[in-house]
Each structure stands twice: as structure tokens, then as C-alpha cells.
């Protein structure tokens, strides 16, 4: 299980606004057995890590064994303010995690759809550890793959900093008034595209675009915005599944 394709392909994209992304196509040499471990474990959580879906998460000693050279490579030759003692800190505590949504979730909590996130704050306080980088790994079937990841600028900064964050937050609020009596009385698909409409006047750009392709690996620092490039009726007969790290 976990066994990497000896003939995976890597694409560097080292100029996204200042900052970085890679894509390994073909990463596993057996896709098909890691995406039917995913999809059998136990739903453990609710609306997880800015996705509007669950995570599945199983404690196991392959992914740490099987992964930790080519995740401490790529991060080591791409990014230059790689910390090798934090990485290593944070893979000590590595499993396999595995993020699903479907339009149902999308309708539950649509915010976090449209909204970009990050996964690290810089200068916040993070219980001990510096996360500073986040991946993602596509296990739905070709016949299924969708959408992607986007990787986002705000007034052209890749990244929500201590001094920015009051302005984000309450830019949100303001833009977005998930509360307001004319998004309460709209059904759910209406209220979905109108805040996804909303984020087109919200000072965001999209600088990079990772498509959902089966069996991509796609790794990007972990304190810059992003969100599922996702819609309504993209997964409604099945889950949309991928493997997350975070490093």
C-alpha cells in the first residue's frame, strides 16, 4: 500500500504571484488500492479543514514509511524557506487523511466552498508546530474527476497575515452577509451561486489552477489561500475524494 510509481511525472510551477506549486501526475504505482481504503473508512468528522464535507482519517505507519522521501525532496528542491526540523516534526504525527464532499455538503455550508482558506497563519500561535506546506492527492476516477484546486491572490498577497486578517474577516461579513433575509428566504442552489457570484467582486484572483486528474499529487505552501475549484452537480451520484497532507 502507498508504493509510489517509479515513473511519476513532476511539474514545477515556481513563479505563481512570488510563490510556488509542483504537480506529480501518476504518483502511485496502485491508485486503485489506496482510493478503495479511502472510501472504506468510517466517516470520523464534520465539516473539516475549509471544506464543506468530511474527513476520514486512519493512524498508519505506511503513509510515514512510504511517503517521507519524496514529500521531503520535492519540498527541499522547490521552496526555498523549507525547515527540515519542522518537517520532520510534523511527519511524525502523519496518517492517512482523506477529505470528501458531494453537493449536499455544498448546500450545508457554502462559505466555505467559495471562500479560499489557508492552513497555516503565519505569527499566529500553532501549538508548537510551523505547517508549511499542504497537498493533496485526486482519487476519484477518471469518469469522475471534476473541478481541482485554485490557488488564490487578496489585493494581490497570496497569503492572510496578522495584520491583514482583521480586514479579511471583516470583508467577509460585509461581502458576503451569509445572514441577510434575501439569501435566508433563497433555496440552496440559489444561495450557492449568488455567494459564489459575490466572490467575483471580492478582490480575489485566481493565479494558478491545478485540474483534478486521477492519481495527481498536487503541493503548495501551506499559508496561501486556496479552496476546491468546486459547483453544483459536479458530485452528486459520488463522493469527490482526495488523500490531504499536511507537512
Given at each position: 500500500?502507498?508504493?509510489?510509481?517509479?515513473?511519476?511525472?513532476?511539474?514545477?510551477?515556481?513563479?505563481?504571484?512570488?510563490?510556488?506549486?509542483?504537480?506529480?501526475d501518476?504518483?502511485?504505482?496502485?491508485?486503485?488500492?489506496?482510493?478503495e481504503?479511502?472510501?472504506s473508512?468510517?466517516?470520523?468528522?464534520?465539516?473539516k479543514?475549509?471544506l464543506?464535507?468530511?474527513?476520514?482519517?486512519?493512524?498508519?505507519?505506511e503513509v510515514?514509511?512510504?511517503?517521507?522521501?519524496?514529500?521531503?525532496?520535492l519540498?527541499?528542491?522547490?521552496?526555498g524557506?523549507?525547515d527540515?526540523?519542522?518537517?520532520?516534526?510534523n511527519?511524525d504525527?502523519?496518517?492517512?487523511?482523506?477529505?470528501?464532499?458531494?453537493?449536499?455538503?455544498?448546500?450545508?455550508?457554502?462559505l466555505?466552498a467559495?471562500?479560499?482558506?489557508?492552513?497555516?497563519w503565519?505569527?499566529?500561535p500553532?501549538?508548537?508546530?510551523?505547517?508549511?506546506?499542504?497537498?493533496?492527492?485526486?482519487?476519484?476516477t477518471?469518469?469522475?474527476c471534476?473541478?481541482?484546486?485554485?490557488?488564490y491572490?487578496?489585493?494581490?498577497?497570496?497569503?492572510?497575515?496578522l495584520d491583514?486578517?482583521?480586514?479579511?474577516?471583516?470583508?467577509?461579513e460585509?461581502?458576503?452577509?451569509?445572514?441577510?433575509?434575501?439569501?435566508?428566504?433563497?433555496?440552496?442552489?440559489?444561495?450557492?451561486?449568488?455567494?459564489?457570484?459575490?466572490?467575483?467582486?471580492?478582490?480575489?484572483?485566481?493565479?494558478?489552477?491545478?485540474?483534478?486528474?486521477?492519481?495527481?499529487?498536487?503541493?503548495?505552501?501551506?499559508?496561501?489561500?486556496?479552496?476546491?475549484?468546486?459547483?453544483?452537480?459536479?458530485?452528486?451520484?459520488?463522493?469527490?475524494?482526495?488523500?490531504?497532507l499536511?507537512?
Amino acid at each position: 500500500m502507498f508504493e509510489l510509481n517509479n515513473n511519476f511525472k513532476v511539474t514545477a510551477f515556481e513563479d505563481i504571484n512570488g510563490r510556488s506549486a509542483i504537480i506529480v501526475d501518476d504518483f502511485y504505482r496502485d491508485p486503485d488500492e489506496v482510493r478503495e481504503l479511502a472510501k472504506s473508512l468510517k466517516f470520523e468528522e464534520e465539516l473539516k479543514g475549509g471544506l464543506p464535507g468530511i474527513r476520514k482519517s486512519l493512524d498508519t505507519t505506511e503513509v510515514k514509511k512510504k511517503l517521507y522521501d519524496v514529500y521531503f525532496n520535492l519540498c527541499g528542491m522547490y521552496f526555498g524557506n523549507f525547515d527540515e526540523i519542522e518537517f520532520k516534526k510534523n511527519w511524525d504525527v502523519q496518517g492517512f487523511m482523506v477529505n470528501c464532499t458531494n453537493d449536499t455538503f455544498l448546500k450545508m455550508n457554502p462559505l466555505t466552498a467559495v471562500i479560499p482558506h489557508q492552513d497555516y497563519w503565519p505569527n499566529l500561535p500553532s501549538g508548537g508546530h510551523t505547517l508549511q506546506f499542504g497537498s493533496v492527492i485526486y482519487l476519484n476516477t477518471p469518469d469522475e474527476c471534476a473541478g481541482g484546486t485554485n490557488l488564490y491572490s487578496w489585493n494581490d498577497e497570496m497569503s492572510i497575515t496578522l495584520d491583514t486578517a482583521p480586514e479579511w474577516k471583516t470583508s467577509q461579513e460585509t461581502h458576503f452577509d451569509i445572514e441577510s433575509p434575501v439569501l435566508s428566504s433563497m433555496s440552496d442552489d440559489d444561495k450557492f451561486n449568488l455567494l459564489k457570484d459575490r466572490t467575483e467582486s471580492f478582490n480575489l484572483k485566481v493565479e494558478f489552477k491545478a485540474e483534478m486528474k486521477y492519481n495527481r499529487m498536487v503541493l503548495y505552501p501551506a499559508d496561501v489561500l486556496h479552496s476546491p475549484e468546486i459547483d453544483l452537480g459536479m458530485f452528486t451520484d459520488y463522493n469527490r475524494i482526495n488523500q490531504v497532507l499536511f507537512l
